[in-house]
Nanobody, 128 residues
Framework: QVQLVESGGGLVQAGGSLRLSCAASGRTFSMYGMGWFRQAPGKEREFVAAISWTAASTYYADSVKGRFTISRDTGKNTVYLQMNSLKLEDTAVCYC?????????????????????WGQGTQVTVSP
């Protein structure tokens, strides 16, 4: 089992920045990649960004490219999401996720079913 704990959410004005963290514990040696998803009120959970654990290959949703940056610290078993130029539509509960399998195809990184473990979520609220 892998346990994930997110932190860093909060309230920020549009145009501001937040940095989310997700610390993994447990069977982290079986962790091949980590990602971030988010869910706004009344909407489906959507992919935000992901990173492979060894190669640090990154994947982003089109809506956040150029604004968000995902990174990882292998020594701390932690993944980060730096969010800049935040918009009102970024308001959502953000969830950290980890996968115990290496996706064979790039498209699999964008699919929620790829991920085996999920954090509790952290609220990001962007105000005008």
């Amino acid at each position: 089992q892998v346990q994930l704990v997110e932190s860093g959410g909060g309230l920020v004005q549009a145009g501001g920045s937040l940095r989310l963290s997700c610390a993994a514990s447990g069977r982290t040696f079986s962790m091949y990649g980590m990602g971030w998803f988010r869910q706004a009120p009344g909407k489906e959970r959507e992919f935000v960004a992901a990173i492979s654990w060894t190669a640090a290959s990154t994947y982003y949703a089109d809506s956040v490219k150029g604004r968000f940056t995902i990174s990882r610290d292998t020594g701390k078993n932690t993944v980060y999401l730096q969010m800049n130029s935040l918009k009102l539509e970024d308001t959502a509960v953000c969830y950290c996720a980890a996968t115990s399998r290496l996706p064979r195809y790039e498209s699999r990184w964008y699919i929620a079913d790829t991920y085996d473990y999920w954090g509790q979520g952290t609220q990001v609220t962007v105000s005008p």
